[in-house]
């Protein structure tokens, strides 16, 4: 969201799904980064279609332990949730589950907490299998963690008969365990589906195509850009997730190679730690990709924050390295900044060295972008020259196979081949002339 859009007032109308809420951001640092968490939240109940009636940010001492809130708080918001018919309330950070309780009670209306609200989202827009069984595995697990003793008349259900039988398990235990069975069978149906998504990996790898991951805070326009450089019609919607299983598409870069590019969810701050888990089937195409591109949303005033939230949630892939390394920067939105402060942004040494500026809704600078990936993908190629006999069949199919013959001549027994490879099949292709029979 633009600052111009911080204004927390409900439009009036009734989201989607007929549900009116108010969002509250509890808030201990200082207040200019608490504004842009709650227009967050606000983009992140409106993504579901609920009315936000009012928002608001909540500063603290310090965090109840069973209400999070103090009394008067508490009592403030209970009349403003009534008056206004509010039907749910979004808590912008982590509720304990005794904490979410509470508050219902209290306010007699749903409560949920970031986690919650995200998984909603992620719920709605999951369309393929896969999402689905991934979102349902990230809900249970959050589930599991919110069961607690709400109801005095869930005491143990008896075994056996009369006073005769012991003590059978309790609504809570019962509860666990029916999540705990339904977990482990979506575990072993996604591991089914990160047994395919590797094979199809191995395959792409026996051609000679590299991979490119497009990555970055939700909404930042990696699907616009996705769309452009492909020209796929992806679903392209200005909400917070609106991608959530990964596409791939192949894209001719200016020298004429072959790549494959894979539009990805989008990462958001304080996103918790077993959401990535849960999505470790489709966060594995970023692992495995030769580049990764991080697509930014320049226009947004938080920008640099969002870049330390994305190089988080990479870090805790296990990329750092690759973060490290320096990652292809995409300046995107471009078009939304004015024109006087364009220079502020351009791609120039500083800041943004390893950045290109675009506009991914116009189309300007994608040719720019294209030709440094092409840059980058030369840099991950070697050229090299080999003479391979005729008879040896195999390692002329391997070469076909693998890597971008550039040219070849032939004399009575020898093919001279320049060919062009990637690192890594250079040195298996190198293996494999080592180990044929002389």
């Known amino acids: ?58 500063r603290l001492k310090f965090r109840r332990p069973a209400t999070l809130f103090g009394t008067g708080k508490l009592a403030e918001f209970g009349r403003r949730i009534s008056d206004l018919a509010v039907d749910i309330v979004i808590v912008d950070g982590q509720l304990t589950p005794v904490q979410q309780r509470n508050l219902e009670k209290f306010w007699q209306c749903k409560v949920l907490d970031r986690t919650g609200l995200i998984l909603e989202i992620f719920g709605a827009r999951a369309k393929t299998r896969e999402g689905s069984l991934q979102v349902e595995l990230a809900s249970l697990s959050y589930q599991r963690s919110r069961l607690v003793r709400s109801w005095t008349h869930l005491e143990r259900q008896r075994g056996g008969f009369g006073f005769l039988g012991g003590p059978g398990e309790s609504q809570l235990e019962s509860d666990r365990r029916h999540i705990d069975e339904r977990i482990a069978r979506i575990r072993q149906e996604l591991e089914t589906v990160i047994r395919t998504r ?138 939304a900044v004015e024109a006087n402060a364009r220079d502020l942004v351009a791609p120039v040494n500083g800041q943004h060295a390893n950045g290109v500026a675009v506009s991914a809704l116009t189309g300007e600078g994608c040719d720019a972008l294209l030709c440094r990936l092409d840059e980058r993908c030369a840099l991950a190629w070697e050229t090299v020259s080999f003479d391979i006999a005729h008879l040896d069949g195999r390692a002329l199919a391997w070469l076909y196979r693998h890597g971008e013959i550039i040219s070849r001549t032939d004399d009575d027994s020898v093919a001279h081949i320049r060919v062009r490879l990637d690192r890594a099949n250079l040195a298996r292709f190198r293996h494999l002339l080592s180990q044929a029979p002389t």
Request: net charge negative; hydrophobic share 40%.
């Open 1 to 58: 969201m633009r600052r111009s859009d911080l204004n927390t007032e409900s439009s009036g109308l009734k989201g989607e799904h007929g549900q009116r809420a108010a969002v509250l951001r509890p808030s201990i640092g200082p207040a200019s980064i608490a504004r842009d968490h709650l227009n967050e939240a606000i983009s992140l109940a409106r993504a579901i279609g609920l009315c936000v009636e009012f928002a608001e940010t909540v």
């Open 198 to 335: 590797s094979l199809h990996r191995s395959a792409r790898k026996r051609v000679p195509y590299l991979v490119i991951s497009l990555v970055g805070y939700t909404n930042a326009g990696k699907s616009t850009l996705f769309n452009r450089l492909t020209g796929a019609e992806t679903v392209v919607e200005d909400k917070l997730f609106a991608t959530l299983d990964p596409t791939l598409r192949g894209v001719t870069l200016p020298s004429g190679r072959r790549v494959i590019v894979s539009d990805t969810v989008g990462f958001v701050s304080d996103l918790p730690t077993h959401l990535v888990a849960a999505f470790r089937a489709t966060l594995e195409e970023v692992r495995e990709a030769d580049i990764i591109v991080h697509v930014r949303d320049i226009s947004h005033p938080e920008c640099e924050a969002q870049k330390s939230d994305v190089h988080s949630v990479l870090e805790a892939l296990g990329l750092g390295d690759r973060v490290n390394e320096g990652l292809i920067e995409v300046l995107n939105k471009i078009d």
